[in-house]
């Protein structure tokens, strides 16, 4: 097991990340034993193969001998051994799946919520980020959710995935063994986004991570609402569907639009106020702008009160 504080220079191998939980080195040694045997065996079969099309082609003048029918000590040992080989693959990925399935009893413990094409990664106080943030050389459990369709949470440089599933929790448990930042991604075809739905993990060295959650719980006391409101923004998810610039993606720009009337797709109009924010904000779907699709998810039970108030006061000051 590789312990590297301060690390981030990736030495990982052709096929993967550098390993960076206590789980992954169990993972490659596996994985470059199966790949090492694969090609041991492609080699020797299409190896003697070409030998044998060549050595016994068909030449002028031949005559077929009569076959015998069998060679008992050939078909025992090509059975014997490859069943040893299959059974001792089965008892290490099986062991290593039991590690992987059981959590160490002390975890620390982090909620997940997935849904189209976001993550929301909740920690203990209560506090809601889009990227996941972990102490390192810390077992971490992951009690994970989804709240529209199956979506798979995948951190290649830990060696982990996990199923998520609408309607019931399942979880996964690793322990960094390397600071710095690694990719997430979701591995379980989730509709046109789904390419999209990546976050990052990142390790804090040891003793940074409780000042980091304390700082990014804090926000709303610590900075003046605007700037609050434009980093919920960006963590929170919106930026992913809405621009600051006024160039319309999955739906409209917030640039220079509040105090504007706006059209819906009943027909009517409506001003772009406070509660009208707050209202797409809790219930999006209520009223939808004309022109755009309602794909908007829910933020009800997710955004408190004062996180609302930053970003209304964040989409007020884009002039
Ligand atoms: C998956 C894409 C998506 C995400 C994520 C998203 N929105 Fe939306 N939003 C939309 C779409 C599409 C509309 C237009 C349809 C509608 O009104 O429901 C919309 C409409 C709105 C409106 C009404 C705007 C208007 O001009 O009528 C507001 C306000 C809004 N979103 C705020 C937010 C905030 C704040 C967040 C983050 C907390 C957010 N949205 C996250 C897609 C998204
Ligand atoms: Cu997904």
Redesign the pocket.
Known sequence: MILAEGGGSDNGSFWFPAPSSSNASQVDSLFNFILSLSAFFFVLIVGLMLIFVVRYRRRPGYVQAPASDHNNTLEILWSVIPGILTIFIFFRGFMGYLDMRTPPSETYEIKVNAK???WAFQYPNGYIDNDLHIPFNRPVKLTMTSEDVIHSLFIPAFRTKMDIVPGRYTSMWFDATRTGEFPLLCAEYCGT?HSEMLANVVVHPSGEFEKWLEQASNLLATLPPVEAGKI??TR???A???TIDGSAR???S?KG?FGTK?SLTDGSS?E?DEN??RE??LE??K???AG??????S?KGQ?KDPEIDA?IEF?KSLK
Request: aromatic share 16%; with cysteine; proline share 10%.
């Open positions: 189209k094409w976001s986004k919920l923004f929170r998810g919106c992913q569907c809405h999955t739906g409209p917030f639009t706006q409506i772009m009208y924010i797409s904000i999006p779907l009223k939808v702008r755009y699709r309602p794909v908007m998810p933020y955004l970003i989409i």
